[in-house]
């Protein structure tokens, strides 16, 4: 009985010594998608006020682009649950890889440990372009098939476009691009007829007069962009939001997932962050794990209707 009393003080001191020396290596910060873009902006603005809370705490963001997400967020599963890797990932992409079967996660895979911002979808066209509201893209599209730039098949733009296909009865030409840069390019060059984005990837240039967003895709105006309808203003009920929320794998000991969860709610509680993260166009959405999580839930039996009706 003194030896296994003496095991499990043992184990026990082990488990406390780990989680006392933590961190104590670099730390990977996974970024689904390509350097510079909106996600790869809030990691490294995550990262810069992280360092103030973990004095010495060494981190490194790590770019793994391609297949709308799909790569980055397998490769954050498939690390070593050691509390060494942070994972962020953006929605709709994320949960509808798994509605899709394409991958091999489960929102069970991993400890949810927040949502950092939010990003409204818009649609937005060159400033050249006839189009105003919504009431003339439907015009136009019923007159003769139009090129809508989404950010991949599944995106949230891929599923803002099919929401305002399925109300309106039109169809356009989705093409399919790999990413933002892409789709800025495009409606800069009036090279297709309307992009279906978020809002951050577009607002300095709509401020600048080089494009016209003609609807955000909300309930209500951003505070950031009030002379924006809303679709809903537009009586259009086709609604969209990206959030970019950060996890780690499921088995990190739950004494590290517990501190890494604390640095999450004193970074997005920081006021230098939130004023950083305000003049990146970076709108803040801060939502603790279990509320985040059950947000996610929702939003993949959501998805899983839409699948269901026009699979992809």
């Known amino acids: 009985m003194k030896k296994v009393l003496s095991t499990l003080a043992l184990c026990a001191a082990m488990t406390i010594g780990a989680s ?20 790869d902006t809030t990691a490294r603005l995550f990262i810069d006020t ?31 649950p050691d509390g060494y890797t942070f994972g962020l990932m953006f929605t709709p992409q994320f949960v509808a890889h798994i509605v899709s079967k ?25 400033a050249s372009s006839e189009v105003k509201t919504l009431d003339d893209l439907v015009k136009l599209a019923k007159a003769k098939k139009i090129t ?8 949230d733009d891929f599923l803002a476009a ?3 296909e399925a109300q309106t009865g039109v169809s356009f030409n989705l093409l399919p691009t790999k990413g933002s840069t892409e789709q ?17 990837q577009m607002l300095a240039n709509h401020k600048a007069g080089k494009v016209r967003i003609i609807a955000i895709l909300d309930k209500k105006r951003a505070d950031v962009a009030p002379d924006i309808p809303t ?20 088995e990190v000991k739950k004494e590290i997932a517990d501190k890494i969860s604390d640095l999450y709610m004193k970074v997005v509680k920081d ?15 801060p939502r603790p794990g279990a509320e985040y999580k059950s947000y996610l839930e929702g939003l993949q039996a959501d998805t899983q209707k839409v699948f269901d009706k026009t699979p992809w």
């Open 184 to 200: 800025k390019t495009a409606i800069l060059g009036n090279h297709v007829e309307v992009a279906f984005m978020n809002l951050s």
């Open 162 to 164: 099919k929401q305002f």
């Open 50 to 80: 992280a360092k103030k809370y973990w004095k010495g705490a060494d981190f490194i963001v790590v770019n793994k682009p391609g297949a709308g997400g799909l790569i980055g967020f397998a490769y954050e599963q498939r690390q070593k």
């Open 271 to 285: 006021p230098g962050f939130q004023e950083k993260a305000k003049k990146s166009f970076i709108f803040l959405d």
């Open 20 to 39: 006392a020396g933590y961190p104590s290596k670099t730390i990977k910060l996974i970024v689904p998608s390509k350097a510079g873009g909106s996600t």
């Open 148 to 155: 809508a730039a989404v950010n991949g098949i599944g995106s």
């Open 231 to 250: 679709s809903v203003e537009q009586k259009y009920n086709v609604l969209m939001t990206a959030t970019r929320g950060m996890l780690v794998r499921k």
């Open 102 to 126: 394409k991958a091999k996660y489960t929102l069970d895979d991993f400890n949810i440990i927040g949502n950092i911002a939010q990003d409204p979808g818009i649609v937005v066209v060159n």
